[in-house]
T-cell receptor, first 110, second 114 residues
Framework: RKEVEQDPGPFNVPEGATVAFNCTYS??????FFWYRQDCRKEPKLLMS???SGNEDGRFTAQLNRASQYISLLIRDSKLSDSATYLC???????????FGQGTTLQVKP | ETGVTQTPRHLVMGMTNKKSLKCEQH?????MYWYKQSAKKPLELMFV???????ENNSVPSRFSPECPNSSHLFLHLHTLQPEDSALYLC?????????????FGPGTRLTVT
């Protein structure tokens, strides 16, 4: 089983749609969770951290479910500029190593 | 952004060549990383340097040889590579040592081995 699993997509949605991605992780001792964004032919950049209580940043909401070992990213009112690959990142306890998922590709269409 | 730069951006090399990838960070960070990103696969951590000391070597074949002469520069020396080594090689840096989660990535070197 992969350490971090994501549906690669692509998710094709119209502008203004709400879209959600899930990510599952295998190590129950994992401590920290993040979403990175990677545009086509560009480097990954930190999008947001994922806290146990959930967190929101504008149109983006991230949630963590420790019992089921998954995290989610919800994007509301999708914009064309949201088109990118969204990478789920998990840090296992005490390692400091970032474990990346394969990424989920989002295409927002006009 | 010019926080983390990498050269060259593209590289084509034969299996018998020797080449080096260069990474430079201008952020004052004290940890640097090499990752490999292949098509349809997650980013794979290759090496970690913290305060110029290698703290992670993720079972990478010896045909990849990292070098970190100081906290701002990181090299990846390549020799006798295989076609399956063709990938995007990303450098990253972070503050707070290698346990920091927020890593800043360079634009990558797209390597093709023929």
């Amino acid at each position: 089983r992969k350490e971090v699993e994501q549906d690669p997509g692509p998710f094709n949605v119209p502008e203004g749609a709400t879209v959600a991605f899930n990510c599952t992780y295998s190590n129950s001792a994992s401590q920290s969770f993040f979403w990175y964004r990677q545009d086509c032919r560009k480097e990954p950049k930190l999008l947001m951290s994922v806290y146990s209580s959930g967190n929101e940043d504008g149109r983006f909401t991230a949630q963590l479910n420790r019992a089921s070992q998954y995290i989610s990213l919800l994007i509301r009112d999708s914009k064309l500029s949201d088109s990118a690959t969204y990478l789920c990142v998990v840090i296992p306890s005490n390692t400091g190593k970032l474990i990346f998922g394969q990424g989920t590709t989002l295409q927002v269409k006009p | 952004e010019t926080g983390v730069t990498q050269t060259p951006r593209h590289l084509v090399m034969g299996m018998t060549n020797k080449k080096s990838l260069k990474c430079e960070q201008h952020l004052g960070h004290n940890a640097m990383y090499w990752y490999k990103q292949s098509a349809k696969k997650p980013l794979e951590l290759m090496f970690v340097y913290s305060l110029e000391e290698r703290v992670e070597n993720n079972s990478v074949p010896s045909r990849f040889s990292p070098e970190c002469p100081n906290s701002s520069h990181l090299f990846l020396h390549l020799h006798t590579l295989q076609p399956e080594d063709s990938a995007l090689y990303l450098c990253a840096s972070s503050q707070g040592g290698s346990s920091s989660y927020e890593q800043y990535f360079g634009p990558g070197t797209r390597l093709t081995v023929t």
